[in-house]
């Protein structure tokens, strides 16, 4: 859920395609996951999960931490916890397949509602992901400075409360 980046002409079709590939577009997501334990949770500052994420056989395609894949980088931070989950602010620095999704279950708290790596038992109406913002630097977008695009609503970030009734920030 979130944002979606259209181009009407082949011209700005390739600079995106380019853009997104060599990491140039900024990205920001909101995610809630379960509840982060310590020593993470203490944790108030971004900070950076690095590694390699490879494709695991089967049907249907997952992905995970291993040996033999692609070296990733993803900043993360907690915004809010609850007693039921944590709200997280996410910065993926390089592009990998689920970068976001495998990064968050490997540390043991898995996004809210994805049924593939490990947070479906928990009640949500969708995976509790959202593509919160970009930043397209100028000279992608063809303006005279860089294009911020925000999704109107965040209705993770904005109203946790759906996923939390009830509870009492912590």
Not at 42 to 54: C, Y
Request: hydrophobic fraction near 40%; charged fraction near 20%.
């Amino acid at each position: 859920a979130g944002l979606a980046v259209v181009c009407f002409s082949e011209d700005a079709t390739r600079r995106f395609t380019r853009a997104f590939a060599g990491l140039a577009i900024d990205r920001r997501y909101t995610a809630v996951t379960l509840p982060w334990p310590e020593p993470l949770r203490s944790r108030k500052d971004w900070f950076s999960i690095h590694g390699a994420i490879g494709a695991l056989t089967g049907f249907p395609p997952r992905f995970a931490v291993v040996a033999h894949g692609l070296e990733s980088e993803t900043q993360v931070r907690a915004l809010m916890h609850r007693p039921s989950g944590t709200l997280v602010d996410i910065r993926p620095i390089t592009g990998r397949t689920h970068q976001i999704r495998v990064r968050l279950a490997h540390l043991g708290t898995p996004i809210l509602g994805d049924p593939t790596y490990g947070g479906a038992d928990f009640a949500t109406a969708r995976l509790a992901l959202h593509a919160r913002e970009l930043t397209i630097p100028a000279e992608v977008a063809a303006t005279s400075k860089d294009l911020v695009i925000r999704a109107h609503e965040d209705p993770i970030g904005s109203g946790p409360a759906p996923l939390w009734p009830n509870e009492s920030p912590s």
